[in-house]
């Protein structure tokens, strides 16, 4: 029997999803869902370019739980490993 879930009835531990959990879920590295998700390609977070003097530029990203769920009805529980992940489901 299909069950059909309330978002409302969902939660979703504060913060931001890990980069390694969000590439683990699409099944592609960091970097290139980092710039899918800067592309606009994927709209479950968004992402900021910081420049540090003298330093290379870096990108800080923050995903959405709730966002991430919609996209790929992966719902992220707080893990801040894949292993965690794995675990859950073993």
């Given at each position: 029997?299909?069950?059909?879930?309330?978002?409302?009835?969902?939660?979703?531990?504060?913060?931001?999803?890990?980069?390694?959990?969000?590439?683990?879920?699409?099944?592609?590295?960091?970097?290139?869902?980092?710039?899918?998700?800067?592309?606009?390609?994927?709209?479950?977070?968004?992402?900021?370019?910081?420049?540090?003097?003298?330093?290379?530029?870096?990108?800080?990203?923050?995903?959405?739980?709730?966002k991430?769920?919609?996209?790929?009805?992966f719902?992220?529980?707080?893990?801040?490993t894949?292993?965690?992940?794995?675990?859950?489901y073993?």
């Amino acid at each position: 029997m299909n069950q059909i879930i309330e978002i409302k009835d969902l939660e979703f531990p504060p913060g931001n999803v890990p980069m390694s959990i969000v590439a683990m879920v699409y099944e592609r590295g960091e970097e290139q869902v980092r710039n899918l998700i800067d592309e606009g390609i994927i709209n479950i977070g968004h992402v900021q370019r910081h420049k540090r003097r003298g330093k290379q530029p870096y990108r800080r990203t923050y995903v959405s739980p709730l966002k991430l769920y919609l996209d790929t009805g992966f719902r992220w529980r707080g893990e801040q490993t894949v292993e965690e992940i794995k675990s859950r489901y073993s």
